[in-house]
């Protein structure tokens, strides 16, 4: 059996961008996603926005995509968490009332790059992911493990539900649909899964930054971040 997110995002588009006042009344919070690419993969930065309380339940949240950069090839690592500094530290993502989290791939060269992080001003929580093939969540110290199959479940579930919005107008939007569009999950006769495009030749770099903050923005709870 195979399943797609063909045909899913034409529809999940939006224009509005709430003023400053609009996302302190709205009890707005921005989730940072970023995936660190190696030499044959682009490293790549995802701001959602998300909609709701933390004493709401998660089904109601919604999640606005404001916001995609891709670096090219190759760009260093202290550039990138130079990069992605500045646009954390950005004063239009301070207007919330929870404050937000940057979740960073911690998978392979992640995890020295999260110890840059540490010791840049960012104003944002930090969330150190480890990407594997397991089967459950786990923590060991500032460390979350998720299985790649939860990561992706929660970009799919949010599409399928409506509950995930992409800005039209991001200069990076075509592409990220299109690799939604590529990417697939299979279920082997032995159920275990397959990731079509998850670093198996095709660029998945922008789908995964969104689904590092889409995952964490439905799992938050203010717990688990690096100090």
């Not at 034409?10 to 509005?16: G, L, N, Q, S, V």
């Not at 929660?154 to 569009?181: F, H, M």
Request: proline content about 4%; glycine content about 6%; hydrophobic content about 40%.
């Amino acid at each position: 059996m195979s399943m797609n997110i063909n045909d899913l995002t034409k529809t999940h588009f939006f224009e509005h961008h709430p003023t400053p006042e609009e996302q302190a009344a709205a009890n707005i919070e921005f989730f940072i996603g970023l995936d660190l690419g190696q030499a044959q993969d682009y490293s790549a930065l995802a701001i959602l926005e998300r909609h709701g309380s933390y004493k709401a339940d998660k089904g109601t949240w919604l999640f606005h995509c404001r916001h995609l950069k891709r670096w090219p090839l190759r760009t260093p690592y202290p550039a990138i968490v130079a990069d992605t500094a500045s646009i954390v530290n950005d004063p239009q993502l301070q207007h919330g009332k929870n404050g937000n989290t940057l979740a960073i791939d911690a998978t392979g060269v992640g995890a020295p790059i999260v110890d840059l992080f540490k010791r840049e001003k960012i104003a944002a929580k930090l969330k150190a992911i480890q990407i594997t093939g397991g089967d459950s969540v786990n923590s060991d110290g500032y460390m979350t493990r998720v299985p790649k199959r939860d990561l992706v479940s929660t970009v799919q579930v949010a599409l399928q539900n409506d509950k995930l919005k992409i800005a039209k107008s991001l200069p990076e939007a075509v592409t990220l649909t299109s690799e939604l569009q590529n990417f697939q999950v299979k279920i082997t006769d032995t159920a275990h899964d397959t990731y079509g495009a998850w670093r198996e030749g095709t660029h998945d770099d922008l789908v995964l930054s969104v689904a590092l903050a889409l995952w964490t923005g439905m799992t938050q709870r203010r717990l688990w971040c690096v100090a």
